[in-house]
């Protein structure tokens, strides 16, 4: 595999990843000029996720633009949320024969954008091929792109390869240009005064992940601290929107604790991160960011549909060293 992860290699993998992406966001922000209310429609319920027909849309543009523009030199499986099982570029190679693995999520964070509430994002990551054994902890190149409001006059794109620098560019949407920019996570050592959330954002687990939060806060001495209210909690539905506040220095720390919650509580996982939406960790890792289990460790998941993933991720190495214990201490204190 050494010719396929050659640093020229992997910088036209991040460019063609790059490229696709903003023809996805192109297609959105066209559809929804002249579909406006439709996105919101539910197509499909499937075992990963309820699909809507803003989704259907993005699902026919990376078909398309694959068979287009995909290396036919670098055989390809595309894992992807409501795609073909087993789906490979060029067309009708076999799976065994293919030299790389593509996870995609077409929309992530769907609810936000068909909605015009907040950004939506469009996610990838790309894995040299080893079958089922193949992990996000392959990863080796990743983009995510913005899919913004229909009031936002730019929207971002960040992209890296496993050990190179984190890309950030900002695209004028109205005149086409584009800029470079560093995004820099928080360098804070702690969560005070910043913002730092458990995820929660539909009734089931809600009372279960308060509990949490509210035990990790007392480990840490931050709650009812002075009068209280040092923490703050935003509740962004899209796990690589979480990945994005906390790369510009946003948010100070993300858990998402649902499959522990769930398995625990002896209830089957409600709707949750799926490897798919985390195909992108490497990009905070890139920017001094750590992301891993909640027990601590580096992810261990395949590149599938299926798979519950509880992940936690912290701003920078500091934060994450201090954190991580009481974080252990609060999970136990609960359960």
């Known amino acids: 595999m050494t010719t396929e992860l050659s640093k020229t290699k992997l910088a036209r993998a991040r460019k063609l990843l790059c490229a696709l992406q903003r023809e996805i966001q192109a297609r959105v922000i066209k559809a929804r000029a002249s579909q406006g209310g439709r996105f919101s429609r539910v197509v499909a319920v499937t075992p990963e996720d309820t699909i809507f027909h803003v989704d259907r849309l993005t699902e026919a543009v990376i078909f398309e633009w694959l068979c287009v523009n995909w290396p036919v030199d670098w055989p390809v499986e595309l894992v992807m949320e409501g795609g073909e099982p087993g789906a490979t570029f060029p067309r009708g190679t076999p799976v065994s024969s293919t030299r790389w693995k593509l996870i995609l999520d077409p929309i992530d964070g769907t609810r936000c954008i068909m909605y015009d509430k907040?950004?939506?994002?469009?996610?990838?990551?790309?894995?040299?091929?080893?079958?089922?054994?193949?992990?996000?902890?392959?990863?080796?190149?990743?983009?995510?792109?913005?899919?913004?409001?229909?009031?936002?006059?730019?929207?971002?794109?960040?992209?890296?390869?496993?050990?190179?620098?984190?890309?950030?560019?900002?695209?004028?949407?109205?005149?086409?240009?584009?800029?470079?920019?560093?995004?820099?996570?928080?360098?804070?050592?702690?969560?005070?005064?910043?913002?730092?959330?458990?995820?929660?954002?539909?009734?089931?687990g809600k009372a279960e992940a308060a509990r949490v939060e509210e035990a990790l806060w007392r480990e840490l001495g931050l709650y009812e601290a002075q009068g209280g209210a040092r923490v703050f909690d935003d509740q962004y539905p899209s796990t690589g929107g979480q990945i994005y506040e906390l790369l510009v220095g946003h948010d100070r720390m993300?858990?998402?604790?649902?499959?522990?919650?769930?398995?625990?509580?002896?209830?089957?996982?409600?709707?949750?991160?799926?490897?798919?939406?985390?195909?992108?960790?490497?990009?905070?890792?890139?920017?001094?960011?750590?992301?891993?289990?909640?027990?601590?460790?580096?992810?261990?998941v395949p590149l599938d549909t299926l798979t519950p993933v509880a992940w936690v991720g912290f701003a920078n190495r500091v934060l994450a060293k201090r954190m991580r214990p009481a974080l252990r201490r609060a999970l136990a204190a609960t359960a």
Not at 264 to 287: F, K, N, Q, S, W
């Open 118 to 204: 907040r950004s939506a994002w469009t996610l990838a990551g790309l894995a040299p091929q080893r079958g089922p054994r193949t992990g996000v902890g392959d990863i080796v190149v990743a983009a995510m792109t913005e899919l913004p409001t229909a009031k936002a006059g730019a929207a971002d794109q960040f992209s890296a390869v496993r050990g190179g620098r984190l890309v950030a560019t900002r695209h004028d949407l109205r005149t086409g240009l584009a800029k470079k920019w560093t995004p820099r996570p928080s360098q804070a050592t702690d969560c005070d005064h910043g913002f730092a959330s458990v995820v929660k954002f539909f009734p089931e």
């Open 254 to 300: 993300v858990a998402d604790l649902r499959p522990v919650l769930a398995a625990r509580a002896g209830r089957a996982v409600p709707l949750c991160c799926h490897p798919y939406d985390i195909c992108t960790a490497l990009l905070l890792e890139a920017a001094g960011g750590v992301i891993e289990r909640p027990e601590g460790g580096p992810l261990r």
